[in-house]
C-alpha cells in the first residue's frame, strides 16, 4: 500500500516547463515501478510515461519523447516529470501512479493513484 501525492501543475507558455513531483508515502517507494498518466477534458486517461524499480529504465509515448523525462529521487521518496518545450496538446490533469500489472500502457493496470495535477499550456 503506498499513498501519492502530485504537485508541481500550473499555467505555463507553449515551449515552457514545468516540473511535476509525485511524493510516495509509507517505505515502499524503492520497490514499485511508477508512471505519468494524463487525461484532457472529453477524453480517455493516457499513458505519459513510465520508471523501472531501479529508476534506470523509462518509457515514453511517441508524442512526449525527447521532450518529458520521468525520474525517480530515493533520497526524497519522489518520482518526477520533467516537461520542457510544452504544447497546447499537453494540456490535462497529470496523474501520478505505482506498482503495474501487466501492459503498464493501460490505466487498468496500476494498482495506486495520486489526485492528479492540472497542467494548462496556453498558445
Known amino acids: 500500500q503506498v499513498h501519492l501525492v502530485e504537485s508541481g501543475g500550473g499555467l505555463v507558455q507553449a515551449g515552457g516547463s514545468l516540473r511535476l513531483s509525485c511524493a510516495a508515502s509509507?517505505?515502499?517507494?524503492?520497490?514499485?515501478?511508477m508512471g505519468w498518466f494524463r487525461q484532457a477534458p472529453g477524453k480517455e486517461r493516457e499513458f505519459v510515461a513510465a520508471i523501472d524499480v531501479s529508476g534506470v529504465s523509462t518509457y515514453y509515448t511517441d508524442s512526449v519523447q525527447g521532450r518529458f523525462t520521468i525520474s525517480k529521487d530515493y533520497a526524497k521518496r519522489a518520482a518526477s516529470l520533467q516537461m520542457n518545450s510544452l504544447k497546447p496538446e499537453d494540456t490535462a490533469v497529470y496523474y501520478c501512479?505505482?506498482?503495474?500489472?501487466?501492459?503498464?500502457?493501460?490505466?487498468?493496470?496500476?494498482?495506486?493513484w495520486g489526485q492528479g495535477t492540472q497542467v494548462t499550456v496556453s498558445s
Open positions: 509509507g517505505h515502499t517507494f524503492s520497490s514499485y515501478p
Open positions: 501512479a505505482a506498482d503495474p500489472d501487466g501492459d503498464y500502457r493501460t490505466t487498468n493496470a496500476w494498482a495506486f
